[in-house]
């Protein structure tokens, strides 16, 4: 028992050390404080200590809120952002002891290599942590739908929620979700293939029409049915990833085309099924649309559209149907270092360019017409 209180003892005099070097830009002298030098722990003022600890890691934070009652309860409540991904072992046992005194997190960042989180975890950050917006769970395999429930009741505040890669979640649970937490703006579903369904994305497009940005990558149980009424569920939509979602068609791309006028990022990586009619709808929604879009945007009309679509493995695309889409959409690139149209693995669209290349090789036709 000695001997662990001889190393707390160490840990909180090395924490304090490394506080006061980064209030003190370190420079090794103490912090003056009103004509006064701070060389105590317990001298140092509650606002002053929260500035500190915003400058150091999470991991020294949580050391800092074991000094005494005051620390603890000002860290604690003056904490908002806090990421335990440095934590490759127990990280569930750290959560379990860290959420019910951390109440007034906005973002929690769990993010693991090797899965330890489990459904009692969540439930704990459900219960305690009313106030978070941003959470991370990627990659948290041993996670099952009660962790949702949970979500659901103790978290309608969540904005943006990442659980890629978390394959036991089901569609009723993401379902159940969505029908409490319905303030979200992004979500990350990449790999979460029995969850990312067409019911699911159905329940998504009517209780969360706030949606920015969505991550369906590689969920292949996803279909037209879901991503046209996700289409008009979230006309808000700025970025879509469809990556691997081999069963889509035209019809999620028509459907996205008329719903969702605010699209800037589109991902449709691997489909296969698509054709020319949906780059033709694409383009044809932004001349259909000019004119409103450029009365609300009162002469920013060139910064609307698509500004990044990956069509690579596409191999049903023809170069007339892309150029037309990319003569449409002028912040699509295929120039060298610009890339936002990415098309390997489609040699038989080689033929398509954007302006820039095109500009290029005019300058280039006059500057050798010049010479001669």
């Known amino acids: 028992m000695i001997g662990e209180e001889k190393v707390r003892s160490e840990d909180l005099n090395l924490c304090f ?21 701070i ?3 317990k001298d140092i003022p509650m606002e002053l200590l929260l500035r500190i600890v915003s400058l150091v890691d999470d991991r020294t934070a949580i050391v800092a809120s074991g000094v005494c009652s005051g620390w603890r309860d000002a860290i604690c409540l003056g904490l908002t952002h806090l990421c335990l991904s440095w934590c490759c072992k127990n990280m569930n046992n750290l959560v379990l002891s860290l959420a019910p005194k951390f109440t007034k997190l906005l973002t ?21 942590c009313h106030d978070l917006q941003d959470l991370d769970l990627s990659k948290s395999f041993k996670l099952g739908d009660r962790s949702l429930y949970a979500l ?13 890669g978390c394959t036991s979640f089901s569609d009723e649970g993401l379902e ?21 369904t067409d019911c699911a994305l159905q329940a998504i497009g009517q209780n969360c ?4 940005s969505l991550n369906l990558g590689w969920c292949d149980n996803v279909g037209d049915l879901g991503v046209t009424s996700l289409a008009y569920g979230c006309p808000d939509l700025r970025c879509l990833d469809l990556c691997g ?11 996205l085309a008329n719903g969702c006028l605010h699209l800037r990022s589109l991902g449709l990586y691997y489909c296969r099924n698509i054709t020319d009619t949906a780059m033709y709808s694409l383009a044809h929604s932004r001349v259909k649309n000019k004119a409103s879009i450029w009365q609300s945007m009162k002469g920013r009309y060139d910064e609307e559209g698509l500004r990044s679509l990956n069509i690579s493995q596409c191999t049903a695309l023809t170069p007339s149907a892309v150029q037309a889409l990319c003569d449409t959409f002028p912040a699509l690139h295929t120039c060298s270092g610009r890339h936002s149209l990415v098309m390997s693995g489609c040699l038989n669209l080689t033929s398509v360019h ?10 280039l036709n006059s500057i050798l017409h010049t010479a001669h």
């Open 209 to 212: 029409n706030m949606l920015h």
């Open 17 to 37: 050390e490394k506080l006061m070097m980064v209030a003190a830009g370190n420079s090794g002298e103490g912090v003056k404080r009103k004509g006064a030098v």
């Open 108 to 128: 929690l960042v769990l993010r693991q290599e090797n899965p330890q989180l489990e459904d009692t975890a969540v439930e704990t950050i459900a219960k305690f």
């Open 152 to 164: 659901a009741h103790g978290c309608p505040n969540l904005t943006k929620l990442n659980i890629s």
């Open 354 to 363: 954007c302006a820039c290349a095109v500009q290029s090789h005019r300058t």
């Open 176 to 196: 159940y979700l969505t029908k409490f937490c319905r303030k979200l703006k992004i979500l990350n579903l990449c790999g979460c293939v029995k969850a990312a």
């Open 39 to 41: 060389t105590e722990w």
């Open 245 to 255: 979602c081999v069963r889509i068609t035209d019809d999620s791309v028509i459907a």
